[in-house]
């Protein structure tokens, strides 16, 4: 919300008018209704949980849509929505990059996985040429390339399924399945021309290896101990810091004119580095904390305002979209269930291979991401953007379920802790 206000000439005192005489409308609204839906999904995820467990990400789409100008017209796109729901995407790009023990995906698993990647990318371009000939077939190549990480993080950290070698191997296809996609919406979907985006893509690299650098050698006890002692303060230094972070790394991103997500990522890598050698009570405390900010605030305005922004008009009204969104679907399945497969543990099962297939293609926020750099620069119209986001929207809702259930998740599910209870932390 706004307030108007104009100076009066003859008295030189501000008056107020606008938004706050009284009358409310569907962007005021919205900043009640996003919170009540916030409210309102988990409450529905728990609800069907005895019956089916959805992820709750599902819940936060289906009634941004419902709320949204698509249904009931009761939330409006307003820019305060949207930069809430940018930092709500940053925020679920942190927290993938704070997950990932690099330790234990670097080197053969991490060579797999890259070639996994490329292969999808390149059977991208095939589907997109296709489809979208001309630059669209890069916003195709690259949605369908992507994997949610951090949609799945924590469905992993809940069935204890993290440090398995099934969990590894999803935790590292969906590393190189989110960061390299960011890597090429840099090199080419850029305002730029390919070497000057490379020059700067390499100017950004070169600055992140620098803050892992000092993240690994600086000492950082006297952090940690600050760290301990303003946790139940008001000082907070912690979450501070992580807030510090974050706005260095993805303003460094935008100076650079890279995507504001690889910023948010190597963030997170940055900060697990920072926090490897304090004290374990310390850190869980701090990413408690972390949790709550992000799953209990602005990641679930991401996914509601992706649903209030959903073209669901332009799906439902063009035949073309409708019959590309099956399509992209069983694209995504086959393209990265197909390709992660070079990252199966020795020796897996068929279900573990075929679970590990879903989860794979699992893919939303790059989609959502990349389709909107797509229509913006005008290389994919919106039928387009609306049948990737609606395939992306149902891997989410589908694959992961599936996934779970072949691999055995009823048999190794167990609630979460109370300290990690958070409404995301349910996926």
């Given at each position: 919300?706004?307030?108007?206000?104009?100076?009066?000439?003859?008295?030189g005192?501000?008056?107020?008018t606008?938004?706050?005489?009284?009358?409310?409308?569907?962007?005021?609204?919205?900043?009640?209704?996003?919170?009540?839906?916030?409210?309102?999904?988990?409450?529905?995820?728990?609800?069907?949980r005895?019956?089916?467990?959805?992820?709750?990400?599902?819940?936060?789409?289906?009634?941004?849509?419902?709320?949204?100008?698509?249904?009931?017209?009761?939330?409006?796109?307003?820019?305060?929505?949207?930069?809430?729901?940018?930092?709500?995407?940053?925020?679920?790009?942190?927290?993938?990059?704070?997950?990932?023990?690099?330790?234990?995906?670097?080197?053969?698993?991490?060579?797999?996985?890259?070639?996994?990647?490329?292969?999808?990318?390149?059977?991208?371009?095939?589907?997109?040429?296709?489809?979208?000939?001309?630059?669209?077939?890069?916003?195709?190549?690259?949605?369908?390339?992507?994997?949610?990480?951090?949609?799945?993080?924590?469905?992993?950290?809940?069935?204890?399924?993290?440090?398995?070698?099934?969990?590894?191997?999803?935790?590292?296809v969906?590393?190189?399945?989110?960061?390299?996609?960011?890597?090429?919406?840099?090199?080419?979907?850029?305002?730029?021309?390919?070497?000057?985006?490379?020059?700067?893509?390499?100017?950004?690299?070169?600055?992140?290896?620098?803050?892992?650098?000092?993240?690994?050698?600086?000492?950082?006890?006297?952090?940690?101990?600050?760290?301990?002692?303003?946790?139940?303060?008001?000082?907070?230094?912690?979450?501070?810091?992580?807030?510090?972070?974050i706005?260095?790394?993805?303003?460094?991103?935008?100076?650079?004119?890279l995507?504001?997500?690889?910023?948010?990522?190597?963030?997170?890598?940055?900060?697990?580095?920072?926090?490897?050698?304090?004290?374990?009570?310390?850190?869980?405390?701090?990413?408690?904390?972390?949790?709550?900010?992000?799953?209990?605030?602005?990641?679930?305005?991401?996914?509601?305002?992706?649903?209030?922004?959903?073209?669901?008009?332009?799906?439902?009204?063009?035949?073309?979209?409708?019959?590309?969104?099956?399509?992209?679907?069983?694209?995504?399945?086959?393209?990265?269930?197909?390709?992660?497969?070079?990252?199966?543990?020795?020796?897996?099962?068929?279900?573990?291979?075929?679970?590990?297939?879903?989860?794979?293609?699992?893919g939303?926020?790059?989609?959502?991401?990349?389709?909107a750099?797509?229509v913006?620069?005008?290389?994919?119209?919106?039928?387009?953007?609306?049948?990737?986001?609606?395939?992306?929207?149902?891997?989410?809702?589908?694959?992961?379920?599936?996934?779970?259930?072949?691999?055995?998740?009823?048999?190794t599910?167990?609630?979460?802790?109370?300290?990690?209870?958070?409404?995301?932390?349910?996926?």
């Open positions: 919300m706004c307030i108007d206000s104009a100076v009066d000439q003859t008295t005192r501000i008056a107020t606008g938004r706050y005489s009284g009358s409310v409308d569907a962007g005021d609204s919205g900043l009640v209704l996003i919170p009540l839906l916030a409210v309102a999904a988990p409450l529905l995820a728990r609800g069907i005895p019956v089916i467990r959805v992820p709750i990400i599902v819940f936060e789409l289906v009634l941004g849509i419902l709320a949204g100008p698509a249904v009931l017209g009761w939330v409006e796109p307003t820019a305060m929505l949207e930069k809430l729901s940018d930092f709500g995407l940053a925020m679920l790009f942190f927290i993938a990059g704070s997950e990932i023990d690099f330790r234990s995906v670097a080197g053969r698993p991490l060579v797999r996985a890259s070639i996994g990647w490329g292969i999808s990318v390149l059977l991208g371009i095939g589907i997109g040429f296709v489809l979208a000939p001309g630059e669209g077939m890069v916003v195709i190549a690259i949605a369908l390339s992507s994997t949610a990480l951090g949609t799945l993080m924590p469905i992993l950290r809940d069935a204890k399924e993290t440090d398995t070698p099934f969990g590894r191997a999803v935790t590292v969906g590393a190189v399945g989110e960061f390299l996609p960011l890597i090429a919406i840099s090199l080419f979907l850029s305002t730029r021309t390919t070497p000057l985006a490379t020059a700067v893509l390499l100017a950004f690299v070169a600055l992140a290896g620098l803050a892992v650098f000092m993240a690994h050698r600086v000492p950082h006890g006297r952090l940690h101990s600050f760290v301990r002692a303003t946790l139940h303060t008001s000082d907070q230094f912690g979450v501070r810091f992580v807030l510090l972070l706005a260095s790394l993805v303003g460094l991103s935008v100076m650079l004119d995507d504001m997500l690889l910023g948010a990522f190597v963030a997170g890598a940055v900060w697990r580095i920072i926090m490897a050698r304090a004290p374990e009570k310390d850190a869980e405390a701090v990413e408690t904390k972390l949790e709550a900010i992000a799953f209990g605030f602005l990641v679930p305005i991401f996914f509601l305002y992706t649903g209030v922004n959903f073209d669901l008009q332009a799906l439902m009204t063009s035949s073309s979209a409708m019959l590309m969104l099956p399509l992209f679907l069983v694209a995504l399945l086959v393209l990265r269930g197909a390709t992660a497969q070079l990252s199966a543990p020795t020796g897996a099962s068929v279900k573990d291979r075929t679970a590990l297939g879903l989860l794979a293609a699992t939303l926020p790059i989609i959502v991401a990349v389709t750099i797509g913006d620069q005008k290389m994919i119209d919106t039928g387009t953007a609306a049948a990737l986001v609606g395939a992306g929207m149902l891997s989410v809702l589908l694959f992961p379920l599936i996934g779970m259930l072949i691999r055995g998740e009823a048999a599910l167990t609630e979460p802790k109370l300290v990690r209870d958070t409404p995301q932390g349910e996926l």
